[in-house]
Nanobody
Framework: QPQLVESGGGLVQAGGALRLSCAVR????????MGWYRQAPGQERELVAI???????NYADSVKGRFTVSVDYAKNRIDLQMSSLRPEDTAVYYC?????????????WGQGTQVTVPS
């Protein structure tokens, strides 16, 4: 059973918005950081946004001011609100978490969700 399940991807016109959600099936309170990565065809996977357990965030320069990452501990969910989408945002988006358990780090990935912004 996957620990992370993404949803919300799809096709959206340039300038539009989408919200991706990641359902987390492990204890949220054991997580060091949570975030989103993306991988476009022929390119390496890259960090999009990350949020730490203390609330601090980091964003890729290309998405600053357009994307917002957030965590809902009550719903065990990590969201990525994307606006002003561009064709270059087209990629498979992956949810990622780092869990600390008894001094050991475990990293989990979701299966990915496709976002397509036609040019």
């Amino acid at each position: 059973q996957p620990q992370l399940v993404e949803s919300g991807g799809g096709l959206v016109q340039a300038g539009g918005a989408l919200r991706l959600s990641c359902a987390v099936r492990i204890s949220m309170h054991s997580l060091n950081h949570m975030g989103w990565y993306r991988q476009a065809p022929g390119q390496e996977r890259e960090l999009v946004a990350i949020i730490r357990s203390g609330g601090g965030t980091n964003y890729a320069d290309s998405v600053k001011g357009r994307f917002t990452v957030s965590v809902d501990y009550a719903k065990n969910r990590i969201d990525l609100q994307m606006s002003s989408l561009r064709p270059e945002d087209t990629a498979v988006y992956y949810c990622n978490v780092d869990q600390l358990v008894e001094g050991h780090n475990n990293e989990y990935w979701g299966q990915g969700t496709q976002v397509t912004v036609p040019s």
